[in-house]
């Protein structure tokens, strides 16, 4: 799969745009979250604004970053110098870098019952992989819930603010 930039960078305009045009009053939703995308292990982080808020449905976009550790078996490091395993020749450094962070942009569309459970599915953009998955929240402070989300090679848990 090839990594493009300007797709998740077209998310970030569109999302600063949706930012910027929607009232302050509706509100910021931050997740960190424990996940796993395409095989890898990670956290992310991510930011989204509420364009729809009606009673308990809510249309929310947003944008993040996933951070996991790359795993390499084609190279090995020698000292500061990185090598391909099939003919030894050097490459450069960043094939032996472990760590990686891939963009994506999600949108969900969720339903809270009043006082507890939300519930809802999501469409994530990463890469060039559009998946959706299903989504679920529960208040565990005022402003804070626990949410997980399930979806086809993806899976994440975590906290979710709103501010």
């Known amino acids: 799969m090839k990594y493009r930039l300007a797709t998740p960078l077209a998310f970030c305009a569109a999302f600063g ?3 910027a045009a929607h009232p302050a009053s509706a509100g910021v939703r931050a997740e960190a979250n424990v996940a796993r995308s395409e095989g890898d292990w990670g956290g992310e982080l991510a930011l989204g604004v509420p364009v729809i808020e ?3 449905f809510s249309i929310t976009p947003a944008v993040g970053a996933f951070f996991h550790k790359r795993d390499h078996d084609g190279y090995y ?30 949108v969900e569309a969720t339903y809270r ?7 809802g599915v ?9 998946r959706p998955y299903g989504t679920a929240a529960m208040p565990i402070l005022p402003m804070v819930d626990g949410k997980v989300n399930v979806g ?9 603010a709103r501010f």
Do not use: H, N, W
Not at 85 to 94: E, I, N
Not at 113 to 119: K, T
Not at 124 to 129: A, K, M
């Open 113 to 119: 019952l009043p006082m507890s459970l939300a519930f």
């Open 77 to 106: 490091e020698d000292g500061s110098q990185c090598f391909r395993r099939s003919d030894d020749a050097p490459v450069s450094g960043g094939k032996c870098d472990d760590s990686g962070t891939k963009i994506f942009g999600k």
């Open 152 to 160: 086809d090679r993806y899976l994440a848990a975590g906290l979710q």
């Open 54 to 56: 009606d009673g308990g």
């Open 122 to 130: 999501g469409a994530r953009l990463i890469g060039d992989d559009l």
């Open 17 to 19: 745009a949706l930012a």
